[in-house]
C-alpha cells in the first residue's frame, strides 16, 4: 500500500549497472533477476514510507568476468559512492563519468 498521507507522490527514475562482482555476491546465475527482487524491496519501503515512488528504468550488465565496462571502477570501500574529491578519491561517479566520456 501507498503511503495514505501523501497528496503528491514524487517519481524517482533508478537505473542500474552490475558487473561480475555483484553476481558473485548476490546472483551466481542470473543479476538481473537479483537487481530486481532488491528493487522490489526497495520500492516496497519506499512506497509505504515516504512520497516518493521509485521506479526501474534500467538495468545493465553481466555476470561474465570481463564484460562489461565497469570492471576497472573503484571497489568499496576504497571508493565512496557519490561525488567525494575528484583528486582524493575519485569514487564511483567520477569512474563512470570517465568511462562514458572516452567512448
Given at each position: 500500500d501507498s503511503n495514505p498521507t501523501c497528496?503528491?507522490?514524487?517519481?524517482v527514475q533508478v537505473a542500474i549497472a552490475y558487473d561480475a562482482r555483484f553476481c558473485a555476491n548476490q546472483a551466481p546465475t542470473d543479476g538481473i533477476a537479483a537487481v530486481q527482487a532488491i528493487f522490489a524491496q526497495?520500492?516496497?519501503?519506499?512506497?509505504a514510507t515516504t512520497c516518493v515512488e521509485l521506479a526501474l528504468t534500467t538495468v545493465e550488465g553481466s555476470c561474465?568476468?570481463?564484460?562489461?565496462?565497469?570492471?576497472?571502477?573503484?571497489?568499496?570501500?576504497?571508493?565512496?559512492?557519490?561525488?567525494?574529491?575528484p583528486l582524493v578519491d575519485p569514487g564511483y561517479l567520477p569512474?563512470?563519468?570517465?568511462?562514458w566520456n572516452s567512448i
Open positions: 497528496a503528491i507522490r514524487r517519481e526497495a520500492k516496497l519501503m519506499y512506497d561474465i568476468v570481463g564484460d562489461t565496462p565497469y570492471n576497472n571502477a573503484t571497489l568499496f570501500p576504497a571508493g565512496e559512492s557519490g561525488c567525494p574529491d569512474d563512470l563519468r570517465t568511462y
